[in-house]
């Protein structure tokens, strides 16, 4: 069938910039919405949704869908007593698994849900009479070209390499990129997006200063260490979090090493698989282990332990008004960490 179609996928930006697209290019073809429906398909009555689907073009030849959400049976119910109200729904559900070869050619219909369960039949007979358009999220190259492409929308441009310094910083949520980069267009005014304009403007995710602040130890830059820090404290960000972060990066190396001295030839995507690791976490990862030696781990980790008993033992006072002394205790660590590096 050309006029049944799944939008899925977990990259719900690009999801809803297509459906923007298509919602645009039919009421320029078509002369308006006039046709244009959008159906909530976890609210509306089976019977409901059918009958708006049913109905005939007004003054066009055809009409254009949205069903948000796949229409579901309960979730929950006594499996051992089945109720009539239960055989009710079955039987509403059924009879959308049915239609759906009924649909009329007048009507496109696009069901839109970014993670809908694969085990259902309504989802399994979309799939087997329509047409899927899959949305995952982006990495690596084919980000950092989407970046440059969609900055043109701004009127300014950006080259490779910063466009992936960008993405150390934001993460790979297109929703956040796409609002940086408009302030970041305005603030350069038509010149191209440097380094130096993202680091003035961009606040970096929590998980990026991480990144940035145990990228610096491996490079034994405490200052530029101390500096990340710093920006996390400046932007408000929960200092106990930050540490925890720090001593989870710690133990990504230490599972990492360790893996990788099993198995020396693997590449980002088997150590990805074998630990569960996101592909990207494993390739920054492995980038960033280059810098390190076991001994230097283990004896980073051991220092991180004790900050760690120093904040459940009270003997590192931390509150919401005051994280001073969190902050001096991780500044001593990056100084103890970098100076016995050189040692």
Not at 256 to 269: E, K, T
């Given at each position: 069938?050309?006029?049944?179609?799944?939008?899925?996928?977990?990259?719900?930006?690009?999801?809803?910039?297509?459906?923007?697209?298509?919602?645009?290019?039919?009421?320029?073809?078509?002369?308006?919405?006039?046709?244009?429906?959008?159906?909530?398909?976890?609210?509306?009555?089976?019977?409901?949704?059918?009958?708006?689907?049913?109905?005939?073009p007004f003054l066009?030849?055809?009409?254009?869908?949205?069903?948000?959400?796949?229409?579901?049976?309960?979730?929950?119910?006594?499996?051992?007593?089945?109720?009539?109200?239960?055989?009710?729904?079955?039987?509403?559900?059924?009879?959308?698994?049915?239609?759906?070869?009924?649909?009329?050619e007048s009507s496109?219909?696009?069901?839109?849900?970014?993670?809908?369960?694969?085990?259902?039949?309504?989802?399994?007979?979309?799939?087997?009479?329509?047409?899927?358009?899959?949305?995952?999220?982006?990495?690596?190259?084919?980000?950092?070209?989407?970046?440059?492409?969609?900055?043109?929308?701004?009127?300014?441009?950006?080259?490779?390499?910063?466009?992936?310094?960008?993405?150390?910083?934001?993460?790979?949520?297109?929703?956040?990129?796409?609002?940086?980069?408009?302030?970041?267009?305005?603030?350069?005014?038509?010149?191209?997006?440097?380094?130096?304009?993202?680091?003035?403007?961009?606040?970096?995710?929590?998980?990026?200063?991480?990144?940035?602040?145990?990228?610096?130890?491996?490079?034994?830059?405490?200052?530029?260490?101390?500096?990340n820090l710093h920006?996390?404290?400046?932007?408000?960000?929960?200092?106990?979090?930050?540490?925890?972060?720090?001593?989870?990066?710690?133990?990504?190396?230490?599972?990492?090493?360790?893996?990788?001295?099993?198995?020396?030839?693997?590449?980002?995507?088997?150590?990805?698989?074998?630990?569960?690791?996101?592909?990207?976490?494993?390739?920054?990862?492995?980038?960033?282990?280059?810098?390190?030696?076991?001994?230097?781990?283990?004896?980073?980790?051991?220092?991180?332990?004790?900050?760690?008993?120093?904040?459940?033992?009270?003997?590192?006072?931390?509150?919401?008004?005051?994280?001073?002394?969190?902050?001096?205790?991780?500044?001593?660590?990056?100084?103890?960490?970098?100076?016995?590096?050189?040692?």
């Open positions: 069938m050309n006029n049944l179609f799944l939008f899925t996928g977990q990259e719900t930006f690009l999801l809803h910039e297509q459906i923007n697209a298509w919602k645009k290019a039919f009421c320029e073809k078509h002369g308006g919405d006039m046709n244009l429906n959008v159906i909530n398909g976890l609210g509306l009555e089976i019977g409901d949704m059918i009958a708006q689907i049913e109905a005939a066009a030849d055809k009409r254009l869908i949205f069903v948000e959400g796949l229409p579901e049976a309960p979730k929950t119910r006594n499996k051992d007593k089945v109720t009539k109200k239960d055989e009710a729904r079955d039987a509403q559900q059924q009879k959308m698994i049915d239609y759906l070869e009924k649909i009329p496109v219909v696009i069901f839109v849900q970014s993670n809908p369960d694969k085990r259902k039949s309504l989802y399994k007979k979309i799939v087997q009479y329509g047409t899927v358009k899959n949305f995952e999220p982006m990495s690596g190259l084919p980000l950092a070209k989407w970046i440059q492409n969609r900055v043109q929308k701004y009127e300014s441009t950006i080259d490779a390499n910063t466009a992936e310094y960008l993405v150390s910083l934001t993460g790979q949520d297109l929703w956040r990129i796409d609002g940086e980069l408009n302030k970041l267009a305005s603030y350069t005014e038509g010149k191209p997006i440097d380094k130096k304009s993202i680091d003035r403007l961009v606040v970096p995710t929590i998980e990026a200063n991480v990144f940035h602040l145990t990228d610096a130890l491996g490079t034994r830059n405490h200052r530029k260490a101390i500096q920006r996390s404290l400046a932007a408000g960000e929960n200092l106990r979090q930050v540490f925890y972060m720090i001593v989870r990066q710690f133990r990504l190396f230490m599972q990492v090493g360790g893996y990788l001295g099993n198995y020396p030839s693997s590449n980002p995507a088997n150590v990805a698989s074998s630990l569960k690791l996101h592909p990207f976490v494993a390739r920054n990862t492995m980038d960033q282990l280059k810098h390190f030696k076991v001994e230097e781990l283990k004896s980073a980790y051991e220092k991180l332990l004790d900050i760690d008993v120093g904040l459940k033992t009270s003997r590192i006072r931390v509150t919401v008004e005051d994280q001073e002394e969190l902050a001096m205790a991780i500044e001593r660590f990056i100084i103890e960490f970098s100076g016995k590096v050189r040692a």
